[in-house]
């Protein structure tokens, strides 16, 4: 009896009627985190590139503080700058081109209409099921058949710009916390040796997780990140040492 339950629900069309909405929520989810890692990511090599350069040419406390904060502060409200512009584009053209399909499907309901049903059967139904997939759909939502057919995008899906811009702040400040830390913190002559390792090893977590949410090969895109961080480091660290020792500073 339980496995006859089990058979009429998976037929039940009731049973799996949120399942697209809870894929696509979940994807939506995680290209946010996605995005949230590559934030801390940026985080963690600018601010610890930043403070290592400087400690390449003194190891002054208030120094290095105020040399951190600088970038700490600047590159949270450049990124939120950014991604607050960016999304704001996407979500102007998304907009126009709701209203452009809004305005079709008034001016001409039928035109559209069919050029829904020709969507479905290039996509392999029968003239006769497309059409009448296109009837039920214009029936039920036509706009939302359109933007989804032809587009590929969802009205409810248009992006928050102030969300963006808040949440690639925080990630930017969550990931320039930890190269603030091991700067400041330890005694002056391991400030940068551990600088480098707490900021390697902290890349190498984020590359990792990045690429385990975007599906890439792990060891690759760890090694990527890992090994440019380690160039930005090494970078700023002689120039900052070459700048100390000439007598500039």
């Known amino acids: 009896m339980s496995g006859q339950r089990e058979l009429q629900s998976a037929g039940d069309p009731r049973h799996h009627a949120d399942e697209p909405h809870a ?14 890692v590559l934030g801390a990511n940026d985080g963690i090599v600018s601010v610890a590139a930043m403070v290592v350069g400087v400690a390449g040419a003194t190891t002054d406390f208030g120094t290095l503080l105020a040399a951190g904060l600088a970038a700490v502060i600047g590159g949270s409200i450049s990124m939120a700058l950014g991604e607050y512009v960016s999304v704001s584009s996407s ?22 209409l069919a050029e829904l049903a020709a969507l479905y ?36 899906d248009v992006a928050s710009p102030w969300h963006a811009a808040f949440a690639s702040a925080i990630a930017f400040v969550a990931g320039a916390v930890l190269p603030m830390l091991a700067i400041l913190l330890p005694p002056d002559h391991l400030r940068v040796p551990i600088t480098f390792t707490a900021t ?41 040492s070459w700048l100390g020792v000439s007598g500039v500073l």
Do not use: C
């Not at 979500?91 to 559209?112: C, H, N």
């Not at 440019?228 to 900052?240: D, N, P, Q």
């Open 121 to 156: 059967q290039a996509k392999g139904l029968s003239r006769e099921t497309a059409v009448q997939v296109a009837r039920e759909l214009t029936a039920h939502d036509a706009l939302a058949a359109h933007l989804d057919a032809e587009l590929n995008i969802r009205e409810e």
């Open 200 to 240: 390697l090893l902290a890349l190498a977590g984020t590359g990792a997780l990045g690429a385990y949410l975007g599906g890439a090969r792990m060891v690759r895109a760890t090694m990527r990140v890992v090994f440019g961080g380690a160039l930005a480091l090494v970078v700023t660290f002689l120039i900052g």
């Open 91 to 112: 979500k102007d053209s998304q907009r126009a081109l709701i209203a452009k399909e809004t305005r079709e499907l008034r001016e001409q309901p039928e035109e559209e």
């Open 23 to 36: 894929i696509e929520g979940l994807a939506a989810r995680l290209n946010w985190l996605r995005a949230g």
